[in-house]
Each structure stands twice: as structure tokens, then as C-alpha cells.
């Protein structure tokens, strides 16, 4: 059993420790992102009408924030720092944006509808913006799981 232990062990660590722009620039940008799902889940909490998409909400805020910490961990491993919301975004994409506009980031607009929703309407509305924000955090993940170098991150990718 030590023994099967340690080949899988070893066959789960990364062949390439090193990291990249992309790399880099791909964990602080989803980590905004997610940081963006987050809030837009605990803005909807409370307000929910069926509770399937009142989990939905749950599972998002619980899982986008343990990968959060994966990918904050990942930005120290590269040595830098934790990533908190930068100004500018997808630069490593070649396509900078605003951070608050990258592809699927809700609104203030947005976020004072879904606030002032309730039951079915709250539903609708959160998982219309979970929806589009989800597809919008598609290409960077596409972009980095093709241009990365560390095999950890184009694997979260």
C-alpha cells in the first residue's frame, strides 16, 4: 500500500513548476472573476425562491472561494503576492480590459436589480447573471489552459 501510495503521489505532482504571464495574469483575473460570483451569490441569498437555485448559490460561494485560495496559493508558489482585484485585466490575453468589465462581470446595475428582486424573480435574475458570467470566464480559462506553463493552473484551468 506505501508503495502504491507513493507512485501516485508521485504521478500527481506537476512536471513544470515554473509560470508564466499567462499563468500569472490567468489566477489574479479569475480570482476576480470568482470574487464576482461570490458576491453576486451572497447578494441573492436570502431572496431566493426555489431552492435548488438557492444551493446553486450555496455550492458557488463554498467552491469558488476554496479555489480562490488554490489560486492565491498558486500566485505565491510563482512568487508573488495573493491577487486582489486589479485595475486591469486580460492583459495577459493580449486584450486588456477594465477588471470590472472583463467578460460576465455583473453590473452595479445589475446588482441593484438582483437586490431589489425577490422569490422568482430573485431566481430568474440571479441565474441569468450566473449564467453570463460563467460563459464570460470561458475564454480565459481556454486562453490559459493553451498558453500556460504551469501544469497546476492550465489543470484549474
Not at 91 to 109: F, I, K, L, Q, Y
Request: aromatic share 6%; glycine share 12%; charged share 20%.
Amino acid at each position: 500500500m506505501l508503495a502504491a501510495g507513493v507512485v501516485g503521489w508521485r504521478i500527481a505532482q506537476p512536471s513544470d513548476e515554473h509560470f508564466n504571464a499567462v499563468d500569472t495574469g490567468f489566477l489574479t483575473d479569475m480570482t476576480t472573476h470568482h470574487n464576482g460570483a461570490i458576491e453576486l451569490s451572497f447578494a441573492y441569498l436570502g431572496r431566493e425562491n426555489n431552492t435548488s437555485v438557492g444551493h446553486f448559490a450555496r455550492e458557488i460561494v463554498i467552491g469558488q472561494s476554496q479555489e480562490t485560495a488554490i489560486m492565491n496559493q498558486l500566485l505565491l508558489d510563482a512568487g508573488g503576492a495573493a491577487a486582489g482585484d486589479e485595475e486591469v485585466a486580460m492583459e495577459w490575453m493580449g486584450d486588456p480590459v477594465a477588471a470590472s468589465r472583463m467578460p460576465g462581470m455583473a453590473t452595479e446595475g445589475d446588482f441593484a436589480s438582483l437586490r431589489a428582486s425577490e422569490g422568482l424573480a430573485a431566481d430568474d435574475q440571479f441565474t441569468r447573471l450566473m449564467i453570463r458570467h460563467h460563459a464570460g470566464g470561458i475564454a480565459m480559462a481556454e486562453y490559459a489552459a493553451t498558453n500556460g506553463r504551469n501544469d497546476r493552473v492550465r489543470g484549474l484551468a
